[in-house]
């Protein structure tokens, strides 16, 4: 088995292990070793934020390592918590050094994605493990408090945020504390004429501006030439005109090292980073590649080390098998010609991403009322691969939310609607607006292009008071005609997605309808299953489910070959994730003809717990099967399913859950029973479907009396075909 080592827990390093491993079938064994100081990944993107006000909290800004990679085997992965020391490409070999002593680790292919620091050991990057990156940005954090002035050297993409935030921040602070402490003063100094010196004009101009509107003071054509310590804490700051400044705080946010002193001096170049090829590999070295800041190919961003690591894997898997390597392209080239000159405007030094990094930072922090924020209206000055990204980070959620946020322009527009439409969330009211706009056929086209997942949850009619006839009567008439026009407007949606070839993921929730029980009204099921069917039925499915416990969705004249659950079971082959609870269900759900295995399938859960208990009525009932058998009760239909759960789990390649949820009574414990290893389970209340729970030890729960407060057979369909309700509300 090869040996590949990745040196380096961040963006560029997990991403690369990532990469390797997913493909790791598609050629010989290998097994990545991560290796590097930091237990948890450092979300440094938003450290100009975080380093202002503690409000955004750590386990935001540090995630640890070691869950992401849980999904491979162990043989596979492994992840050691040391530095590297010192590298010898001669022998194959890295000495690193952790917390239990030096170790020296073989390797038969090299990622080195080290990164690199800050000069002055400031948290915008990491420093080392990740208990000396926190205890550093939480100083960091106290002093920014304390300080009554602060400078800020450095005009760069970090620099106009700090200063921005600490305008931001400070400004709101000054209103409380003015005349009791004095003013709070916040300086920016830069070396160049404006702020943002290699960005557009327009960037730089808009920028300057809204920090001046923060209360900002900025120094142009200046640099910090030394910085002294005084006794009592605060800095003396000479510049480079001769002028000093006494100040609380000193913040520099320029200058940044390669994490490379390991690395032998004749691979560096004068920045201390490693020179590579066309391939992001090292001349000289043997199987040694370098992504990410430790590099020399780009600069110091996020998208460009992301796309490296994608490369760096993508060649290590193509000499693994044999074949020839391919060249990368520097983010700057991979542009169209159409917007060659805003790549050619934003590729020098940090300023390239200065849009970026401040709607990723709004993404994490959700603070959309800092006026320095307005800067993101000019992504639409980005290339469209960059902004692209953007949008997708802030995904559809965000457009859904004020869809004046589409409106920036014409062509903003065309890229920001696939987004948009990606991720679609319908209630019965939203669903008729929908239909309505459809009527334009580009909108449903659309649709069928670029939307990948439909999320409908749906109460029923709601709108009793608009439905009421004189005091008590509910004019029927209206409620029937809504439940007319919804099933008619799920059929148009069905329609409209069944040509889609980008439909991949399909929630439904019905739930119980809550009307008043003076009315006198029965429960109505107002789901009908032929357009459910036909809206199911999109190809290319690989993620359905489908929660009905509030209706009924038998097909009134169907089959035992017919029914619903023979309609589900029809698209195993193609998918990969299945939830389904319904209040009329058989075996037949689980049942696949022939014998071939589910290369795709991995998760099942069926839950035959019918509870509802955010309602007026407190109840747990249970399905019924699909068709009547004499004699038949809840017990038979729950061991019938858990025994072919089990042998839809021999049918699947690769299966990871496989359960069926049901509940006792009158305990009314949730049990989970896992048909891959045969136990089951006691849930929590209110647990999620997939959640573990304490494994019981009798595991005889099929003629557990405990189910029913009664040994006799239980009849669980009412005469009029309906599951059977046990009341568990106060009044019983």
């Known amino acids: 088995m090869k040996t590949i080592i990745i040196l380096g827990g961040s963006y560029a390093g997990v991403s690369a292990a990532h990469h390797l491993l997913k493909q790791s079938g598609k050629t010989v064994p290998f097994k990545v070793i991560l290796v590097t100081p930091n237990s948890h990944l450092y979300w440094n993107i938003a450290s100009p934020r975080a380093l202002i006000s503690d409000q955004i909290a750590d386990d935001k800004l540090f995630q640890p390592i070691a869950p992401g990679f849980e999904q491979y085997p162990s043989e596979k992965f492994e992840l050691i918590l040391a530095t590297a020391k010192e590298l010898d490409v001669e022998a194959k070999t890295v000495k690193a050094s952790g917390a239990s002593g030096e170790l020296t680790l073989n390797y038969d292919v090299l990622i080195i994605a080290t990164g690199s620091s800050t000069k002055d050991d400031t948290p915008f990057k990491g420093l080392g493990s990740t208990e000396d990156t926190r205890r550093r940005l939480h100083d960091y954090q106290a002093r920014v408090k304390e300080a009554k002035t602060i400078v800020v050297a450095g005009a760069g993409v970090t620099g106009a945020e700090v200063a921005g935030e600490l305008g931001y921040e400070f400004g709101k602070q000054n209103e409380i504390i003015l005349d009791r402490v004095g003013s709070s003063n916040n300086y ?68 940044l090292a390669p994490n490379t002193s390991f690395v032998p001096t004749k691979f560096l170049d004068a920045t201390g980073a490693v020179v590579v090829d066309e391939r992001l590999q090292v001349n000289g070295a043997g199987l040694v590649w370098v992504i990410g800041d430790a590099s020399s ?41 159409e917007h060659a ?87 019965a009211k939203s669903l008729r607006g929908f239909v309505l706009a459809s009527k334009n056929t580009d909108l449903s086209r659309s649709v069928q292009r670029y939307s990948t997942s439909i999320n409908l949850s749906v109460n029923g009619f709601e709108n009793w008071e608009a439905a009421r006839f004189g005091r008590v009567e509910i004019d029927l008439q209206v409620v029937d005609a809504w439940t007319s026009e919804f099933n008619t407007n799920l059929a148009a949606l069905a329609r409209i997605i069944q040509p889609s070839t980008s439909l991949r993921s399909l929630k439904v929730e019905a739930h119980r309808e809550f009307h008043n029980p003076s009315s006198g009204l029965q429960q109505r099921h107002y789901l009908s299953a032929l357009p459910l069917v036909s809206l199911v039925s999109v190809g290319h499915l690989t993620c359905l489910e489908i929660d009905t416990h509030g209706t009924d969705l038998r097909l009134r004249d169907a089959t035992p070959e017919t029914h619903f659950c023979c309609t589900i079971n029809a698209f195993f082959p193609t998918l990969r994730r299945l939830r389904y609870r319904t209040s009329h269900i058989c075996p037949r759900l689980l049942d696949l003809p022939g014998n071939d295995l589910l290369s795709d399938l991995e998760e099942v859960i069926i839950n035959l717990s019918l509870s509802r208990l955010d309602g007026p009525d407190t109840s747990y009932r249970y399905p019924s099967r699909c068709e009547k058998i004499p004699g038949d009760n809840f017990l038979n239909l729950k061991a019938d399913m858990e025994a072919h759960a089990r042998g839809l789990a021999a049918r699947m390649s690769k299966p990871r859950i496989v359960r069926v949820l049901s509940h006792t009574f009158p305990g009314l414990d949730v049990h989970s029973f896992d048909a891959l290893v045969g ?34 057979d239980f009849d669980f369909e009412s005469e009029s075909g309906e599951p059977a309700w046990i009341d568990v509300s106060e009044e019983t």
């Open 341 to 427: 000159k805003t790549a050619n405007e934003l590729s020098s030094g940090e300023t390239q991403y200065i849009q970026e990094w401040l709607a990723v930072a709004a993404y994490i922090d959700s603070h959309t009322d800092n006026p320095l924020l307005s800067i993101i209206m000019l992504l639409r000055e980005l290339p469209p691969e960059i902004l692209l990204h953007i949008l997708r980070l802030l995904g559809s959620a965000f457009f859904q939310h004020d869809t004046r946020r589409l409106l920036v322009s014409k062509w903003w527009y065309q890229l920001a609607k696939p987004v948009l439409l990606r991720d679609l969330d319908f209630s």
């Open 297 to 337: 190919t780009e600069g110091s961003q996020y998208m460009p080390c992301n796309r490296q690591s994608a490369h760096a894997a993508k060649n290590i898997i193509l000499m693994l098998n044999g074949k020839p390597l391919v060249s990368y392209s520097p983010w700057a080239y991979a542009q169209s010609e």
């Open 188 to 255: 920016q100094i830069a070396r160049g004429k404006t702020v943002l010196e290699s960005s557009p004009t327009s960037v730089a101009n808009i920028a300057t501006k809204e920090l001046l509107n923060l209360g900002v003071k900025i120094e142009l054509q200046e640099t910090v030439a030394t910085s002294t310590k005084l006794p009592d804490g605060r800095h003396e700051l000479t510049l480079s005109s001769g002028k000093k400044l006494i100040t609380d705080m000193y913040i520099p946010t320029f200058g």
């Open 679 to 712: 136990h089951r389970m006691v849930l929590e209340p209110a647990a999620a479907w997939d959640a573990d729970g304490e494994v019981m030890q009798d595991q005889t729960v099929a003629s557990d009396p405990s189910d029913f407060d009664s040994d006799a």
